[in-house]
């Protein structure tokens, strides 16, 4: 038994209606950890291989960390993961909000959902006990909608949930789960997972807390975040404004994305950033359970053309963009309305805009017509046509009805040069990032097994000059700033370690924004369960999760041709900060084969090499490395 953990797994089988419980030993939990580490090993280790995404075979896995559950500022998130129905691969996302609290208050560290049952049902976890209950009455409800008929079913308030909306009971592929109604684990396609498996909601109560093997210690820790957290700028910022707060910073360097990557300044940016948000619509900022911060906005429109309730929150950065300059639209109460669609119908806002903005495009190009939209003339900067498709897309209907699997798989199905537009990586549309600009994070965009996912690895500007980013770049050993669009070896090293970082702290799970160093990280595992846990050991940690992500990806047959970027990238912007300014294909194969050599992968293939398998304590996922 591991002080601080629950020590159980729990199983539900919703084919024959079979709930159990696992209590894995202490080397699985020091190996695997938590989050990312506990998910990637039950896909790997349990998912047959090829399985269809949508099929009763797949498994979801909701994971949150050792610390999760516990008092400390930003440890109340967890990780979320299946077999991705966009990108045939590894989905794995983040949530926060008060669901992966719970779930560990409840007794356990992972819930783990196989088969499908017979009819929509919901599970309720009331602290340790769990009933499958039907949920046909809930079927079609949105999400908001399903959280007051569950409180009101179970008589009790302050249910936590992870629901799906419309759009993930329809298996659109660009369907999300959303945590407390306003929380997403948003990459990937988890909704339609969900959606498959006939689960409506998980809802969950939990009263039990962990206890830590030296309480005084762990709360130290707690009381050092709470009394320091606002010196840092990221969290004084984020207090203040949310994401989204320098948004005219980021269009003056070239890092706001335009027009679906095919413009370089949007110059009508300070009418959607977080500021303007704040002086218009915003009417409070909330938090996670414990964190000062409280990042979290909150709009509510009243009188405008579009309503906006304030329970579903606020969009952040990537929807403000991926709404705004990603379509040229400068309304910034239809974002608003475009984040509530979302979130109601339980949808991923970076998928959703971005495979709207890829059919503007195709609009604008004329390979699609008003008769493949149905008479909507979706144009960049129509703003109506937008919540129109949006609608469309949750519902399965018209032109959403080929949206809502995303840009690749649409881009195919239309195809006349659509596919040169469609701009993700492994069918995962881009966070709201140029990596013309931030050529490691292009990196990172690449080579990561769950797409271009702006939140699993390194962001170059923070690390260009000296100052917070800088320090943590030295702690993990990169003495000396480097340029943004450098791809040296230098640079490849930095964006390796900084990916094994952030796989590390999605296995804790722990909030990117709260300012935790990786020496604090460790300190509250030493704590919590009273290993002599080490910097080494959580490095280690994150290269596990990144080579066993790498082999699930091998496994269900993607290959090194995956990693790859649009070519849209290896292109100058046309104008703006980025004018001229494009990313070297030969460079970044280079980099690309660098960074395979450096994780002990082939250089060549990225198949992990068997002694390095063997050195991460995972020599029986060899097995896995050959496609089936």
């Known amino acids: 038994m591991v002080t601080g953990l629950a020590n159980k797994i729990l199983r539900v089988d919703l084919s024959d209606r079979r709930v159990w419980t696992e209590q894995p030993n202490d080397l699985f939990y020091r190996r ?10 039950y896909l790997l280790k349990e998912l047959k291989p090829r399985v269809d995404p949508l099929s009763h075979e797949n498994v979801l896995v909701f994971a949150p960390g050792p610390v999760t559950g516990t008092a400390l500022p930003g440890a109340s998130r967890l990780c979320v993961g299946a077999k991705s129905p966009l990108s045939g691969g590894i989905a794995k996302c983040e949530a926060g909000g008060y669901f992966g609290y719970e779930l560990k208050r409840a007794g356990f560290d992972a819930l783990v959902v196989q088969g499908k049952a017979g009819h929509p049902v919901y599970l309720w976890i009331d602290n340790g006990a769990v009933e499958i209950k039907d949920a046909s009455h809930l079927w079609g409800q949105t999400v908001l909608q399903t959280q007051d008929a569950i409180e009101a079913d179970l008589g009790e308030k302050r249910v936590r949930t992870a629901t799906i909306g419309p759009a993930g009971e329809k298996l659109a592929a660009i369907s999300c789960i959303m945590t407390d109604v306003r929380s997403a684990a948003g990459r990937g396609g988890l909704g339609a997972v969900m959606g498959s498996k006939n689960l409506k909601c998980v809802a969950v109560k939990g009263k039990t807390a962990p206890q830590a093997a030296e309480p005084e210690k762990y709360r130290d820790l707690a009381r050092w975040m709470n009394t320091n957290c606002m010196n840092f700028p990221i969290a004084a910022r984020f207090h203040d404004l949310g994401t989204g707060a320098d948004m005219v910073g980021g269009n003056a360097i070239g890092n706001l994305p335009v027009l679906n990557w095919s413009g370089g300044q949007f110059d009508d940016v300070a009418k959607i950033d977080a500021a303007a948000l704040r002086d218009s619509y915003r009417v409070a900022m909330e938090a996670c359970p414990g964190c000062q911060i409280r990042c979290k906005k909150v709009v509510e429109l009243e009188n405008e053309s579009y309503k906006v309730d304030r329970r579903n929150g606020a969009p952040e950065y990537e929807t403000l963009a991926a709404f705004g300059s990603f379509m040229g639209i400068n309304d910034l109460a239809a974002i608003c309305r475009a984040n509530e669609i979302c979130g109601l119908n339980s949808l991923d806002t970076i998928s959703a805009g971005g495979t709207i903005a890829f059919a503007m495009e195709c609009f604008e190009k004329g390979i699609l017509t008003r008769a493949d939209t149905g008479g909507i003339e979706l144009r960049f900067g129509n703003a109506d046509a937008m919540l129109k498709v949006l609608e469309l897309i949750a519902r399965r ?3 959403g009805d080929l949206l809502a699997d995303g840009s690749r798989k649409a881009a195919r199905r239309i195809g006349r040069g659509a596919e040169e537009l469609s701009m993700q990586v492994k069918g995962i549309e881009f966070g709201m990032h140029d990596p013309r600009l931030k050529q490691g994070l292009g990196l990172i965009y690449s080579v990561a097994a769950n797409g271009a996912d702006h939140m699993t690895g390194m962001h170059d500007t923070l690390f260009t000059q000296d100052g917070r980013g800088m320090e943590a770049a030295r702690s993990l050993g990169s003495l000396e700033p480097l340029p943004a669009n450098d791809l040296s070896t230098a640079k490849v090293d930095r964006v390796k370690n900084q990916h094994l970082s952030r796989n590390f702290s999605d296995s804790m799970v722990t909030c990117h924004f709260a300012p935790w160093t990786l020496r604090q990280q460790v300190d509250m595992i030493r704590a919590l369960t009273g290993w002599d846990y080490t910097d080494f050991e959580a490095l280690r940690q994150g290269e596990r999760v ?25 292109a100058p912007a046309p104008d703006g900060p980025l004018k001229g300014t494009a990313i070297d294909p030969d460079a970044m194969n280079r980099a690309t084969q660098t960074f395979y050599t450096l994780m002990g992968w082939d250089p060549v293939t990225g198949i992990p090499t068997q002694e390095k398998l063997e050195q991460l304590g995972i020599a029986w996922a060899a097995a896995e490395t050959v496609p089936a």
Not at 32 to 41: H, K, Q, R, W
Not at 548 to 558: D, I, S, T
Not at 559 to 570: C, G, I, V
């Open 32 to 41: 695997y950890l938590g989050g990312a580490g506990i998910l990637s090993y």
């Open 397 to 399: 209907e018209g032109i």
């Open 546 to 570: 990144a080579t066993m992500a790498r082999v699930f990806n091998l496994r269900e047959g993607l290959t090194a041709a995956d990693d790859q970027l649009p070519k849209r990238f290896f």
